[in-house]
């Protein structure tokens, strides 16, 4: 494979120095770009873009084509692509977000799920991996990623997407056993779907945990992190001659990071509503950390956007294992020209934090 070109995000992850923070977007191939919804309109519609190994490149590719400050690509596609090559039937309706065909709801219809072949049944996914990183050429590392079992159950048992969870939490508290058999297919299957992106050519990969602080302390442990944990242990973790990065992200989990950092992966991603010093504070040198500038931030004007950047550069402070990024993904209605400014900020802003 070629060699990379700019690795500041890998050695960010890992702790190791770098000349200024690395910085990359959630969502940062999306409906903000113009050319995004040029790409999708051809396609047809969302799956159709994730589906399609060229248009999955084209998409990823559009944003560091547009902001050479990114330093890390994500694969374009859906944390949904297991629970519908499980059998579930995934759809988009219209303003309504993902939707599934067949639900979960019984140990029955659990017992009857199938582990997904990464290469078989997801095969598209590994295409357009090897695809984008064939395309990208070294110019900045391929981040790989899925839903953690956790959040990928809480589609399945809804149907969709969910304000507060009953069915799921009903499973969870009414009938343990179903849903740690629900969970435990999931972590294998994310487990071999991760090792399959990192096969083609993923130099990292994040667990979006985007539900598990919707949890009790208690019931996030048991039915969340332990299924992460399980998946960070069976991971490819070098690959190609360097290590792979393993990033963790709970969406609302700042009371448990703690334990987050005890969990084998070599980063944690923050949202917003953590104090990212505070952070670093609370887990020492155990991983490094993701984060967390509020995605609104980026309707307000540059000069605001790039204040609010130098706060939490200087929150952070000096030294390496701090990657920049949102502390969520970036919204449709954001102005592509203030991204740009965010991205700029950060490594105009954070050079005097690595001398």
Not at 13 to 40: H, I, N
Not at 154 to 171: C, H, I, L
Not at 300 to 314: N, S, Y
Request: proline share 5%; net charge negative; charged share 20%.
């Amino acid at each position: 494979m070629t060699a990379l070109k700019n690795d500041r995000f890998l050695r960010a992850l890992l702790k190791q120095p770098v000349d200024v923070t690395p910085v990359w977007m959630m969502r940062q191939a999306g409906r903000y770009l113009p050319e995004y919804r040029a790409s999708r309109a051809q396609a047809g519609d969302f799956m159709s873009l994730c589906m399609n190994p060229e248009f999955a490149c084209e998409v990823t590719m559009q944003p560091l084509d547009r902001y050479p400050q990114l330093d890390a690509a994500i694969l374009f596609s859906d944390i949904l692509t297991i629970p519908d090559a499980m059998g579930q039937g995934l759809y988009f309706e219209t303003g309504e977000g993902p939707r599934f065909k067949k639900v979960v709801s019984t140990l029955a219809d659990i017992e009857a799920l199938p582990i997904p072949d990464p290469h078989k049944d997801l095969g598209y996914v590994m295409d357009a991996v090897s695809t984008i990183r064939r395309e990208l050429n070294g110019r900045v590392p391929l981040i790989g990623f899925s839903g953690s079992p956790w959040t990928l159950a809480t589609y399945m048992v809804e149907g969709g997407s969910s304000k507060d969870f009953r069915k799921t939490k009903a499973m969870l508290y009414d009938n343990p056993q179903a849903m740690h058999l629900l969970l435990d297919k999931l972590a294998q299957s994310v487990t071999s779907y991760l090792n399959g992106q990192i096969m083609a050519g993923a130099q990292a990969v994040q667990i979006f945990d985007t539900w598990g602080g919707n949890l009790s302390a208690a019931a996030y442990q048991e039915f969340s992190l332990a299924y992460m944990k399980k998946i960070v242990s069976g991971l490819i973790r070098e690959n190609d001659g360097r290590k792979v990065p393993v990033i963790l992200f709970t969406k609302n989990g700042g009371l448990w990071l703690e334990s987050i950092a005890e969990a084998g992966a070599d980063a944690l991603g923050l949202d917003w509503t953590c104090d990212i010093g505070n952070a670093r504070a609370r887990v020492g040198d155990k991983v490094a950390l993701q984060g967390n500038m509020d995605p609104t931030v980026l309707y307000a004007k540059p000069e605001a956007i790039r204040t609010e950047v130098g706060r939490i550069l200087a929150s952070y402070g000096k030294g390496s294992g701090h990657v920049f990024n949102l502390g969520h993904g970036i919204t449709p209605e954001v102005d592509p020209e203030h991204a740009g400014a965010f991205l700029r900020a950060v490594h105009e802003l954070s050079a005097q934090y690595h001398e």
